[in-house]
């Protein structure tokens, strides 16, 4: 399986980085979308009480496999 990951930065500094399970498989398939992975970043973000809605000087970069 590869991964994706999502970095979470404010101020410059990566404040949390999750890693998301991509399926391999043998015929063509659709990744997740790059606003998926970043939703999933926010409830992450949000479960650990990191960050919390608006997400204000929060950035997500999505680094793919």
């Not at 398939?29 to 000087?57: C, D, I, Q, Y």
Request: with cysteine; charged share 20%.
């Amino acid at each position: 399986m590869k991964q994706a990951i999502v970095e979470c930065v404010r101020d410059g500094e990566v404040i949390a980085a999750y890693e998301f399970g991509i399926p391999e498989s043998i015929g063509p398939t659709t990744p997740p979308s790059h606003a998926s992975l970043v939703e999933e970043a926010k409830v992450n973000l949000s479960n650990h009480r990191l960050a919390a809605p608006p997400w204000e000087g929060i950035t997500f970069r999505v680094k793919w496999p």
